[in-house]
Nanobody
């Protein structure tokens, strides 16, 4: 069993930045691909970004490409999402997840999520 806890969300003005963290406990995630998802009210969940266990490969949705950066620190069992040039449409609850396998948006474990609100 893996427990995931996100932090770093908050209220920021458009154009600003936030750095989300996802701390894992229970089992190591160092050998698992990890992902970030987001869901805004009334919208379907969106697969935002992913990173392989080594960090060698990353994925970004077109909506965040060039603005968000995913990274990980396996020694600390933590994954990060650096979000720059934030837009009001980035407002959502952001959740991290342990991916079932690379290349899909399916996950085995989910965090509770952290709210990101971008004001215009």
């Amino acid at each position: 069993q893996v427990q995931l806890v996100e932090s770093g969300g908050g209220l920021v003005q458009a154009g600003g930045s936030l750095r989300l963290s996802c701390a894992a406990s229970g089992r190591t995630i160092s050998n698992r691909a990890m992902g970030w998802f987001r869901q805004a009210p009334g919208n379907e969940r969106e697969f935002v970004s992913a990173i392989t266990w080594s960090g060698a490969l990353t994925y970004y949705a077109d909506s965040v490409k060039g603005r968000f950066t995913i990274s990980r620190d396996n020694a600390k069992n933590t994954v990060f999402l650096q979000m720059n040039s934030l837009k009001p449409e980035d407002t959502a609850v952001y959740s991290c997840a342990v991916l079932t396998t690379w290349g899909t948006g399916e996950a085995d474990y989910w965090g509770q999520g952290t709210q990101v609100t971008v004001s215009s």
